[in-house]
Structure formats: structure tokens, C-alpha cells
């Protein structure tokens, strides 16, 4: 049989056939169901272009938060040469480097409370939700975590199991043990939450937002969540993978609540979408129990090297500016506008969703029509983020934080185009 090796004069469309051929068939063929037919060739700030260099979109999917600084990053992009460049490479697991404690440091100094004072450096936010898991386990005696059904923390190990949505979610597709976790199904509603929080849970696991509408946590839900887990000895674990690093126009989401997690996730946008990079911040109590009390209590042949570390303090530097805040909010005000002026002009199809910093969305009053607008944005050039699959149905908007008045612009002129074209 011969094979069609990939090669530099490929085009996108036949770069998914391949993929649809002999490798991750099921996400190739999801984009081309999508009618996206994109593969990224140059990137560059806000945008991204295919193979052939014939299309641009603007990126408001950013991987989820990866790319929250953009595509390539002067600054970032400047940490990683120079550590390259330096001499640097990811070192030995077994000799401690001095970038990994400047690193946990500087988490510490940025952290939303000054309880969060020491942190373990993963690769990845999903691995970051496996350690904590662990020493959540290990630090109450227990073995249950509780989950909002539609959040996501992952894929594999323990974050796989905190993933509970039939569409996402494959703790039945791999058979996995379900006595570990179990899940509320309505996000901000307390009294659903009381209930599931139950004497043998370790550790509530929630992200600041409603991973599939952009809703915020409102105070009393936030707040209220910790108050129960005080009250019950359960540890409050706070996954900021997405809404970290300025998303929500602070550097922490958690720091819109008078709350102090027990554990903090940060993931995605700490590798500034250049190199791996993830943590968990906890309470030094936590740390010391479960990270000091075993001579291999949690070790990686990656994890908190020398580069990552480098890249990972780097990007901490830029999103903690106040400018870059103000940037954030400024843009916020901006597109949310715009955003509103669309939906009011096409107020028999689109309502205004949320706008929280960075997050926003749009609410398109017939789900029928969910994919179609995504198709259309996206040939009017934004690559959204998603469609939610609950109700509210809502497009999703995930752009970088370093998005500009004009790219605002051109998100809601794409949104008014896309609408104009699929509606009656």
C-alpha cells in the first residue's frame, strides 16, 4: 500500500484527508464536519493563517487559554532563545535548579492568597489536576472528588474522572472506576452542591466559570462553595487553567471572591503557548504532607525544568503588568460593545451572552442554527472557540488578551457578516 507522507507543498484539505487516513481520524474529521478545512501554517499575535498562506482568521479559541498572549510572543518567545541559546536544556529530574524556585517564588508573590505559598511545577494543567487529586487522597484520608458535570479538567488519570459530560467525558468509553468522583449537575446552584458534598469527599474541584456557557460564579455561589467545604473539612480546589493569567481581566479569577483555595490549578496559558508549562499552588501544610513525607512523593523527567520554568516566570511577568490588566479590561469594554450592537441589530437571531474580561459570548436564540453561524463566522474569519451543548446554546469567544481595538472590530463586523448570511 502506498503512503502519502506529508510534506511542505501539502494543502490543508489534504492534510486532513491524511490525518483522516492513518491518524486522529476523529478530530480531522470534526473540523471538516465543522466546515473548517484549516491547518495552521503562520501565526503571529491575534492571527493565524492555513498552510497555503490563502486564508486568516482571527484565533479566538487561543487552545483553550494556551495562547492567551497570542501566537508567538515577543517576549516569551525572547525567554526561550535566551534560555536555549544560554546553554540551557531541561536539565536532570534529580538535581534541583534555581529557575524552578525563582518560579515558585514569583506564584507565590502572584498568588490570590498568601496562604498559596508553594506550588509543584507539571507539564501540563491535566497532570497539575492528577497531583492535586493525589494529595487531596492523601491529605484528608479520603478518595472521592466532586466535579461539576460540564466542567472539563482533562483526559487522562484522575482529571479524566473529573470530567463527567456525555460529550467530553470517557469515563465510560474506558471503563473507568467511577467510586473516585462524582458530579452536581447546575452550576451556581448552591443548595445542588451542599448535597453532593458529602462526609467521604476529599476535595471539591471547580473552575471560576461554567466551562460551557462563560458564566461566571456569582459571589454567593463562589463563596458560599468554600464556606461548605470549610464547614466539612473538604478541600477547595480552584482549577484556573482557563480563567488565569488576566483572562478575566485580573490575574486570578479567584481574586474577583473573598476566597482562598486550599489548591490553585494554572495551566494552558503558562507555557505561552511555547513550550509546557503548568503548577499547582497549595497551602503549605498540604505541600509538606504530602510532598515531603515520601522521597519520590511526586517526581517527572519534564516537569519544572530549567526551560519551562523560564518560559513559565516570563510569562507570569507580562500578565501581571497593570497595563496589560487595564489592556484586558479596556478591549473587554470594547468588544463587548460591539458584540451588543450586533445582536441588537440581529435581535431575531442573537441576544448579548457574557463579556467577563477575555470570556465572552453570544446567545443565538435557535440552537438549529448554532453550527451554521459557526461556519459562517469562521469564513468570514474567526475561528470561535465552541458552541456550547447546553442551554443556554451560546458561540463562544476566547480571543487573546492582547486582542486591539481593531481585531475587536473585526470579531463583531465577521459576527454581523456570519448573521446577515444564515439569517431569514
Not at 461539576?148 to 471503563?175: N, P
Not at 503548568?278 to 505541600?287: K, P
Not at 487595564?326 to 469594554?333: E, L, M, P, T
Amino acid at each position: 500500500m502506498s503512503v502519502s507522507h506529508p510534506s511542505p507543498t501539502h494543502s490543508s484539505a489534504e492534510i486532513l484527508s491524511i490525518y483522516v487516513e492513518r491518524s486522529w481520524r476523529s478530530n480531522a474529521q470534526r473540523q471538516l464536519n465543522k466546515g473548517i478545512d484549516f491547518v495552521i501554517g503562520k501565526r503571529e499575535g491575534i492571527y493565524l493563517w492555513n498552510l497555503e498562506g490563502t486564508k486568516r482568521v482571527i484565533d479566538c479559541s487561543t487552545a483553550g487559554g494556551v495562547h492567551s498572549l497570542g501566537h508567538r510572543h515577543p517576549e516569551v518567545v525572547a525567554a526561550l532563545t535566551g534560555a536555549i541559546d544560554g546553554g540551557r536544556d531541561t536539565g536532570l529530574w534529580s538535581l534541583p535548579n534555581a529557575e524552578y524556585l525563582w518560579l515558585q517564588d514569583k506564584l507565590a508573590e502572584l498568588a490570590p492568597s498568601r496562604a498559596l505559598d508553594r506550588s509543584v511545577i507539571t507539564l501540563s494543567s491535566t497532570t497539575s489536576v492528577d497531583v492535586a487529586t493525589m494529595f487531596a487522597f492523601r491529605f484528608t484520608g479520603r478518595q472521592k472528588l466532586v466535579a461539576y458535570r460540564h466542567g472539563y479538567h482533562g483526559h487522562s488519570g484522575f482529571a479524566a474522572l473529573a470530567t463527567g459530560s456525555a460529550e467530553e467525558g470517557v469515563i465510560d468509553y474506558y471503563r473507568l472506576p467511577r467510586q473516585y468522583a462524582k458530579f452536581f449537575d447546575t452550576y451556581n446552584a448552591l443548595d445542588e452542591l451542599a448535597h453532593v458534598l458529602t462526609p467521604d469527599v476529599a476535595a471539591l474541584i471547580v473552575e471560576p466559570i461554567n466551562y460551557e456557557t462563560f458564566e461566571p460564579a456569582s459571589k454567593a455561589y463562589f463563596e458560599g462553595a468554600q464556606a461548605l467545604c470549610r464547614d466539612r473539612n473538604i478541600l477547595f480546589i480552584v482549577d484556573e487553567t482557563r480563567t488565569g493569567l488576566g483572562r478575566t481581566g485580573r490575574l486570578w479569577a479567584s481574586e474577583h471572591y473573598d476566597i482562598a483555595p486550599d489548591i490553585m490549578i494554572v495551566g494552558k496559558g503558562l507555557s505561552g503557548g511555547l513550550y509546557p508549562a503548568s503548577a499547582l499552588l497549595m497551602r503549605f501544610d498540604i505541600y509538606e504532607r504530602c510532598m515531603n513525607q515520601h522521597d519520590f512523593a511526586y517526581i517527572s523527567s519534564l516537569g519544572g525544568n530549567e526551560i519551562s520554568c523560564i518560559v513559565a516566570k516570563k510569562v507570569l511577568e507580562v500578565a501581571s503588568q497593570p497595563e496589560f490588566l487595564d489592556h484586558v479590561n479596556r478591549i473587554s469594554a470594547v468588544l463587548s460593545r460591539e458584540l451588543a450592537s450586533v445582536c441588537s441589530r440581529r435581535h431575531n437571531l442573537l441576544s448579548p451572552g457574557v463579556a467577563h474580561g477575555g470570556l465572552f459570548s453570544v446567545r443565538i436564540h435557535d440552537s438549529a442554527l448554532a453550527s451554521l453561524l459557526y461556519q459562517a463566522i469562521y469564513r468570514h474569519g474567526v475561528l470561535c472557540h465552541s458552541v456550547s451543548v447546553i442551554e443556554p446554546c451560546v458561540l463562544k469567544f476566547l480571543p487573546p488578551l492582547t486582542l486591539d481595538e481593531v481585531g475587536a472590530h473585526e470579531i463583531a463586523e465577521a459576527l454581523d457578516r456570519a448573521v446577515q448570511g444564515i439569517g431569514t
